[in-house]
């Protein structure tokens, strides 16, 4: 099975500030890779697909770059909602297996 | 606009088999798979697997021994399965779409809890 690790596990934060979120395969995936982000007591929300596509609604501050085994997640500007923790997902073989996430703070 | 919505017990006893069912509201099987996913308390998302409208599956090697999805095209359902719980299987579990581009939409969410 294909491992997903992120990095960091945790980042603190203020608003304003650029965040950068790592996102590594343990084979290449090419770019079937999603990003999504959770709030406490919600369901994830699916924010890019295909490792760069905005998913629609999506404030264009988030964006997503890479392929093969290393991908990114960039909030140009952090907002007051956009703490929450974030998951990478590999969806590039059956086992569509997650990222350990990643919880952004308040610095 | 595709909603799901899941229903299940929400407490077992160790030992006992975890049922949960999701219903599809507003559109059909269609060529998609259908997953299901869990979130243990203060952890990450764990992939538990997916079917499709014909019953083809697909699990995760970690729980496949346990783990028997389904689907009622009939009903617009497909269920989940889980058999000899134990208290490393609590946690929320959520079913969601398996689109070309992502999970979406997510069903809202079951809380089970495995206590004696």
């Known amino acids: 099975d294909i491992q997903m690790t992120q990095s960091p596990s945790t980042l603190s934060a203020s608003v304003g500030d650029r965040v950068t979120i790592t996102c590594r395969a343990s084979q290449s995936i090419s770019t079937w890779l999603a990003w999504y982000q959770q709030k406490p007591g919600e369901a994830p929300k699916l924010l890019i697909y295909?490792?760069?596509t905005l998913e629609t609604g999506v404030p264009s501050r988030f964006s997503g770059s890479g392929s093969g085994t290393e991908f990114t997640l960039t909030i140009s500007s952090l907002q007051p909602d956009d703490f929450a923790t974030y998951y990478c997902q590999q969806y590039n073989s059956y086992f569509r297996g997650f990222g350990g996430g990643t919880k952004v703070e308040i610095k | 606009q595709v909603q799901l919505q899941q229903w299940g017990a929400g407490l077992l006893k160790p030992s006992e088999t975890l049922s949960l069912t999701c219903s599809i509201y507003?559109?059909?099987?269609?060529?998609?798979?259908w997953s299901w996913v869990r979130q243990p308390p203060q952890k990450g998302l764990e992939w538990i697997g997916e079917?499709?409208?014909?019953?083809?599956?697909n699990y995760n090697s970690s729980l496949k021994s346990r783990v028997t999805i389904s689907v009622d095209t009939s009903k617009n359902q497909f269920s989940l399965k889980l058999s000899s719980v134990t208290a490393a299987d609590t946690g929320v579990y959520y079913c969601?779409?398996?689109?070309?581009?992502?999970?979406?939409?997510w069903g809202q969410g079951t809380l089970v809890t495995v206590s004696s």
């Open positions: 507003g559109g059909s099987f269609s060529t998609y798979y």
């Open positions: 295909k490792a760069s």
């Open positions: 079917i499709n409208r014909s019953g083809s599956t």
């Open positions: 969601a779409r398996a689109m070309p581009a992502g999970y979406i939409p």
